[in-house]
């Protein structure tokens, strides 16, 4: 049973648009949700994470919207470059018991020129 | 500052053998976690160590072990591999145990299970 569902399994976007990745979740326990990027042939990266207590964090040209009632979160990509074509994944945190970290299956974003 | 760096890069290995993977985090970094990659299941925890110890476990079966020496490198055994042990597997290095914390990845290193 996936934990943290996330869509869409893959994005094109033209450079300069806006690029949306969403994921839900239904664990309440979940208190931390970090965002990755993968390049092809590298390990995963952080790339900005949020805590529950706050809606909205920005990084940059990255912004995670954050919808606890409905139990969803999203990342948002700003003025999209070619750059930014990877795979995305979100990740959530369960403090509890087992201290267990589940992911996404992953968003593959194309950014075309 | 060397990243983290995982040994071998890739591997392949026959039903039933087993197999250990290496890990050397970051300078100073402590805590190291494993992670299994494959195009089905997605990227799944395995187990972090902190200080030689096991502080945190995911779902798999007991045939996936780990351990993490006095410089902090972690190594991950693997027996009686099966065809769907076939996958990426990363490791991760971070200052702090538990996940909160920046995790640095390595590359990952590629099995197959023929």
């Known amino acids: 049973q996936q934990q943290v569902k996330q869509s869409p399994q893959s994005l094109i976007v033209q450079k300069g648009g806006i690029s949306i990745i969403n994921c839900a979740y239904e664990n309440t326990a979940f208190d931390y949700f970090p965002w990755y990027q993968q390049f092809p042939g590298k390990g995963p990266a952080l790339l900005i994470a949020?805590?529950?207590?706050?809606s909205e964090k920005k990084e940059g040209r990255f912004t995670i919207s954050f919808n606890k009632s409905a139990k969803q979160f999203s990342l948002h990509i700003m003025d999209s470059q070619p750059g930014d074509s990877a795979t995305y994944f979100c990740?959530?945190?369960?403090?509890?018991?087992?201290?267990?970290?589940?992911f996404g299956t992953g968003t593959r974003l194309t950014v075309i020129p | 500052k060397a990243g983290v760096t995982q040994t071998p890069r890739y591997l392949i290995k026959t039903r039933g053998q087993q197999v250990t993977l290496s890990c050397s985090p970051i300078?100073?970094?402590?805590?190291v976690s494993w992670y299994q990659q494959t195009p089905g299941q997605g990227l799944q925890f395995l187990f972090e160590?902190?200080?030689?110890?096991?502080?945190n476990k995911g779902n798999f079966p007991g045939r996936f072990s780990g351990r993490q020496f006095s410089n902090s490198r972690s190594e991950m055994n693997v027996s009686t591999l099966e065809l769907g042990d076939s996958a990426l597997y990363l490791c991760?290095?971070?200052?702090?145990?538990?996940?909160?914390?920046?995790?640095?990845f390595g590359p990952g290193t590629r099995l197959l299970v023929l």
């Open positions: 991760a290095s971070s200052l702090g145990t538990g996940m909160l914390g920046t995790q640095y």
């Open positions: 300078s100073g970094h402590r805590s």
């Open positions: 949020i805590r529950p207590d706050v």
């Open positions: 160590y902190f200080s030689e110890t096991q502080r």
């Open positions: 990740a959530a945190l369960d403090q509890t018991g087992a201290n267990n970290l589940f």
